[in-house]
């Protein structure tokens, strides 16, 4: 069951996104940013913004600023559903390099601050790695370059450590995006209409963890978010 601050917490981020896509489309700030970056680079400039868009979107959320920001931007940039496409597609390259470098290059310094969590997500993954990372990306919780970072250092294959993370990503790259791409809908509705499938997506997540977790945990803080007991 989803906490009241955890829908809080995604309603807040929501807003403050549809309130930086106002300031973008009617304030003079908003419309020099958009010449500046968005206009002059990526809007109208084929593959080529596209690719640029890509390249920043990679950069930023494996640094970890959040995808959800990656979502919205590319709704902007690109409309509704190639905005859902291309920031899922961004956020999974960002998902990608982190866990990269994570398995080729740090695992002996994040071995010793991560090593806990690798643990616990080899133990939650181990029967059904697909599923079970699709499940925690479905969640509205937690963190997600922590979560590359201890895929990357546990013994997760790639391949279905990838899928899975594309298809738990589409849901809220298509909330995010469906409130940047300032579709032709009167900006109350979209905005609900993100809300409510936020609230969807989410009650998802947290129903199939509670459902197929059996006793096993991912983190004990997404626990907590979502009402879960250390009980089978």
């Not at 973008?24 to 970056?37: H, I, P, Q, T």
């Not at 791409?181 to 009167?186: F, Q």
């Not at 197929?212 to 983190?219: A, K, L, N, P």
Request: a positive charge; hydrophobic letters at 50%.
């Amino acid at each position: 069951m989803l906490s009241a601050r955890v829908l809080l917490k995604g309603a807040g981020l929501m807003l403050s996104l549809a309130l930086l896509g106002y300031l973008f489309n009617s304030s003079d700030l908003g419309n020099a940013a958009n010449e500046a970056w968005i206009d002059a680079h990526v809007r109208g400039h084929g593959v080529e913004g596209t690719l640029l868009f890509l390249a920043m979107g990679t950069l930023f959320t494996a640094l970890g600023l959040p995808r959800q920001i990656i979502g919205f931007l590319a709704g902007y940039a690109f409309g509704l559903l190639s905005g859902t496409l291309l920031g899922t597609l961004a956020a999974l390259l960002g998902c990608l390099a982190t866990f990269v470098y994570a398995r080729f290059f740090g695992r002996g310094p994040l071995q010793k601050r991560l090593g806990g969590r690798a643990a616990r997500f080899d133990r939650f993954i181990h029967q059904h790695p697909f599923a079970m990372t699709l499940l925690i990306r479905l969640l509205p919780v937690g963190s997600n370059i922590l979560t590359n970072l201890a895929a990357g250092i546990s013994s997760a294959r790639l391949l279905p450590f990838l899928a899975a993370t594309f298809i738990g990503y589409l849901p809220q790259s298509l909330i995010f995006a469906l409130v940047g791409s300032g579709v032709n809908v009167d900006p109350t509705l979209r905005i609900g209409g993100a809300l409510v499938l936020f609230v969807i997506s989410g009650a998802l997540g947290g129903f199939l963890y509670h459902r197929f977790r059996h006793g096993v945990s991912i983190d004990e803080s997404v626990d907590a978010q979502l009402g879960e007991t250390n009980e089978p």
